[in-house]
């Protein structure tokens, strides 16, 4: 059974352009959650797929957006990079949507904007 | 007022003390309840979940009270390997629910 996989692991970008993350959700789970952690905070949740369909935003711009394909795997979408953009990024996946199922986190995107 | 709070850390003991985290949460809608251990640079995983009767699992303990909605910690006879960030985490009762988690807690255990 494999895990949660996030590509890339690190990433420097500059103010201004586009990015592109990427999470395989692991075996069997149907539901991708997205995580924004800046340096000394908790993570704060960006939003949740649930079968390709968008099903929870947190307080974020529109700007982040999000996609989740057929097989479960989703990707994360920030246009006009902000230099508070910079933090590590989490993708975690489920077996379905609620606190009561367990979560599986990957080991994150660390974006850094310049 | 933050969603859920807790102790600001760091705490420094010895190997083989007793310390204790305690975490509020706003919402009284809030409806599961959790301790995530996050290693330096890593991501975080689930140390246990809480329940109102109160939960062991080893040398942690873990207690929630939803009248005072507080949650707690315990880690008896702390180990070097228990050096980490304790993020203290609630759900709300809804569908989509996100996890919103608190600052953490960093603990650093010395010989």
């Known amino acids: 059974e494999t895990g949660v996989t996030q590509s890339p692991t690190h990433l420097i970008k500059t103010r201004g352009q586009q990015v592109t993350l990427r999470c395989s959700s692991q075996?069997?789970?149907?539901?991708v959650s997205w995580y924004q952690q800046a340096l000394g905070q908790g993570p704060q949740f960006i939003f949740q797929y649930y079968r390709e369909e968008e099903n929870g935003r947190g307080n974020f711009p529109p700007r982040f957006s999000g996609l989740q394909f057929p097989n479960y795997s989703s990707e994360l979408n920030v246009n006009a990079l902000e230099l508070d953009d910079s933090a590590l990024y989490l993708c975690?996946?489920?077996?379905?949507?609620?606190?009561?199922?367990?979560?599986?986190f990957g080991s994150g995107t660390r974006l850094t904007v310049v | 007022r933050k969603e859920v709070e807790q102790d600001p850390g760091p705490f420094n003991v010895p190997e083989g003390a007793t310390v204790a985290f305690n975490c509020t949460y706003s919402n009284s809608a809030s409806q599961s309840f959790f301790w995530y251990r996050q290693d330096c640079r890593k991501e975080p995983k689930l140390l246990m979940s809480v329940y109102s009767s109160g939960n062991e699992d080893g040398r942690f303990t873990a207690q929630l009270n939803r009248a005072s909605q507080y949650i707690s910690l315990l880690i008896r006879d702390s180990k070097l390997s228990d050096s980490a960030t304790y993020l203290c985490?609630?759900?709300?009762?809804?569908?989509?629910?996100?996890?919103?988690f608190g600052k953490g807690t960093t603990l650093s255990v010395s010989s």
């Open positions: 975690a996946s489920s077996l379905a949507t609620g606190g009561n199922y367990g979560y599986t």
């Open positions: 075996s069997g789970h149907n539901t």
């Open positions: 985490v609630v759900t709300l009762n809804q569908a989509g629910t996100a996890l919103i």
